[in-house]
């Protein structure tokens, strides 16, 4: 069956780093662009960054553009979110998402992980 297993996260202290990683299984993962979300309490999900399916391509949302990068790895399933320069405001659970678009759209949720930013 389909899988997005996030981890990777945890509690860390103002300016510090972190990286989740997201295993996928059950679909073709290389044909998927792939994406991070996060969501704090009281606050709709927003999306933080997204990957192409061949990884040449990169977005981010401006609130951690220059502090945090996606990468994947198509031949191991996965894909990569390093947080750098951490801060309260990224305090939130992450999500990874995955999404094929041809003529229809299919996509896939994680459960996620817990990132706290906290001294």
């Known amino acids: 069956q389909v899988q997005l297993v996030e981890s990777g996260g945890g509690l860390v202290q103002p300016g510090g780093s972190l990286r989740l990683s997201c295993a996928a299984s059950g679909f073709v993962f290389s044909v998927y662009d792939m994406s991070w979300y996060r969501q704090a309490p009281g606050k709709e999900r927003e999306l933080v960054a997204t990957?192409?399916?061949?990884?040449?391509?990169?977005n981010y949302a401006d609130s951690v553009k220059g502090r945090f990068t996606i990468s994947r790895d198509n031949a191991k399933n996965t894909v990569a979110l390093q947080m750098n320069s951490l801060n309260s405001e990224d305090t939130a659970g992450y999500y990874c998402?995955?999404?094929?678009?041809?003529?229809?759209?299919?996509?896939?949720w994680g459960r996620g992980t817990q990132v706290t930013v906290s001294s």
């Open positions: 998402h995955g999404r094929y678009f041809n003529n229809f759209s299919v996509e896939y």
């Open positions: 990957i192409s399916s061949a990884g040449n391509s990169t």
